[in-house]
């Protein structure tokens, strides 16, 4: 599938001096950001940095969706432990360790689980055009998409209803392996194995605000979106400390039917709730999600590569026509039903 482009992804980009960082750093969207990686990350990532801290608001201009802090980050070869609340909020344990990586782990859970239990996952008959490939929407909030342009996922049903799978539900950690996703635990340890760095960034999103006011108007997101791209992702949701939430995560995970018709391409979809103890949801590179559901704030790990998101669209007909004709022995055509 087509990419999108941005302006940060261009090799060789000369080095922010700390006049430019200063005047970076000194815009309104960077004001609620906490800082928790060094200044060398910072001032070397900071184009891509930049383009990644939003402020989400509504046509009222009510902040939905604000950037909370900055984590990390995982760099190529780290073994790390995720540390939320202390320190970067990541800790690292080794280098290049000789072991199968995450990667490796969650794209053979993917390989060997290629089916999904009845009620576990909502089928949708759905056809994916990305931005470049025509399905570009326009008139979109600039920072609606931190990877650039939105493209088009064309719906044919009358209604989407995503099951939602909890920790404690039996088919839950058999439903995420489907999507080449794993729950890790609070502390657990582990070696990614990307070729590039990934940084922690922590949105703090209102619901139903964002959903109803900005995700799904017209000039906001243009739709819920979805998405995929070649890093892994990996959802941290800020814990939960002395008995006050601070975050209440469910990210939604799709899978392309494989051997769907190439006339009728077809998506499952499921949304899993992410326990807030710690605990975080890893995803393979190319799986297809959404976190728009979460309210709170959510630690989501990123890297600087192109990605190709969709938002969802309707492809009926537009069925509400009538001819005004003032003969009027000329029949009006009436409104069909579907």
């Given at each position: 599938?087509?990419?999108?482009?941005?302006?940060?992804?261009?090799?060789?980009?000369?080095?922010?001096?700390?006049?430019?960082?200063?005047?970076?750093?000194?815009?309104?969207?960077?004001?609620?950001?906490?800082?928790?990686?060094?200044?060398?990350?910072?001032?070397?990532?900071?184009?891509?940095?930049?383009?990644?801290?939003?402020?989400?608001?509504?046509?009222?201009?009510v902040?939905?969706?604000?950037?909370?802090?900055?984590?990390?980050p995982?760099?190529?070869?780290?073994?790390?432990?995720?540390?939320?609340?202390?320190?970067t909020?990541?800790?690292?344990?080794?280098t290049?360790?000789?072991?199968?990586?995450?990667?490796?782990?969650?794209?053979?859970?993917?390989?060997?689980?290629?089916?999904?239990?009845?009620?576990?996952?909502?089928?949708?008959?759905?056809?994916?055009?990305?931005?470049?490939?025509?399905?570009?929407?326009?008139?979109?909030?600039?920072?609606?998409?931190?990877?650039?342009?939105t493209?088009?996922?064309?719906?044919?049903?009358?209604?989407?209803?995503?099951?939602?799978?909890?920790?404690?539900?039996?088919?839950?950690?058999?439903?995420?392996?489907?999507?080449?996703?794993?729950?890790?635990?609070?502390?657990?340890?582990?070696?990614?194995g990307f070729?590039?760095?990934l940084?922690?960034?922590?949105?703090?999103t209102?619901?139903?605000?964002?959903?109803?006011?900005?995700?799904?108007?017209?000039?906001?997101?243009?739709?819920l979106?979805?998405?995929?791209?070649?890093?892994?992702?990996?959802?941290?949701?800020?814990?939960?400390?002395?008995?006050?939430?601070?975050?209440?995560?469910?990210?939604?995970?799709?899978?392309?039917?494989?051997?769907?018709?190439?006339?009728?391409?077809q998506?499952?979809?499921?949304?899993?709730?992410?326990?807030?103890?710690?605990?975080?949801?890893?995803?393979?590179?190319?799986?297809?999600?959404?976190?728009?559901?979460?309210?709170g704030?959510?630690?989501?790990?990123?890297?600087?590569t192109?990605?190709?998101?969709?938002?969802?669209?309707?492809?009926?007909?537009?069925?509400?026509?009538?001819v005004?004709?003032?003969?009027?022995?000329?029949e009006?055509?009436?409104?069909?039903?579907?």
């Amino acid at each position: 599938m087509s990419s999108v482009f941005r302006t940060s992804y261009a090799p060789d980009v000369k080095p922010v001096t700390e006049e430019k960082l200063k005047e970076i750093l000194g815009q309104r969207k960077w004001q609620t950001v906490e800082i928790k990686i060094s200044h060398e990350d910072l001032k070397d990532n900071i184009r891509f940095l930049n383009d990644a801290v939003v402020i989400r608001e509504s046509r009222e201009g009510v902040p939905l969706m604000t950037t909370t802090a900055i984590y990390g980050p995982i760099k190529k070869g780290d073994k790390v432990v995720l540390t939320p609340n202390e320190g970067t909020g990541v800790n690292i344990i080794a280098t290049n360790p000789s072991e199968v990586t995450l990667i490796a782990q969650l794209e053979a859970l993917a390989e060997s689980h290629t089916s999904v239990k009845e009620g576990n996952a909502v089928l949708v008959h759905s056809n994916w055009v990305s931005s470049e490939d025509g399905g570009k929407l326009p008139n979109l909030d600039p920072s609606s998409n931190v990877f650039g342009a939105t493209g088009s996922l064309y719906v044919n049903e009358n209604a989407v209803i995503f099951p939602v799978l909890d920790v404690t539900h039996p088919d839950y950690e058999e439903t995420l392996a489907y999507y080449g996703a794993k729950l890790l635990k609070p502390a657990e340890a582990f070696y990614l194995g990307f070729k590039d760095t990934l940084f922690g960034m922590e949105y703090a999103t209102s619901l139903p605000d964002y959903i109803r006011n900005y995700a799904l108007s017209p000039i906001g997101g243009g739709g819920l979106f979805v998405e995929h791209h070649p890093f892994p992702h990996i959802f941290l949701p800020k814990p939960t400390i002395n008995g006050e939430v601070f975050c209440e995560a469910k990210v939604t995970l799709g899978r392309k039917v494989e051997d769907a018709a190439k006339s009728d391409p077809q998506i499952r979809f499921t949304t899993f709730r992410i326990p807030a103890d710690g605990s975080a949801l890893a995803i393979k590179p190319s799986t297809i999600h959404n976190d728009s559901f979460t309210n709170g704030k959510l630690a989501v790990f990123v890297a600087n590569t192109p990605a190709d998101t969709v938002a969802f669209r309707q492809t009926a007909p537009f069925a509400n026509i009538v001819v005004k004709d003032h003969d009027p022995k000329v029949e009006i055509p009436q409104t069909p039903t579907f």
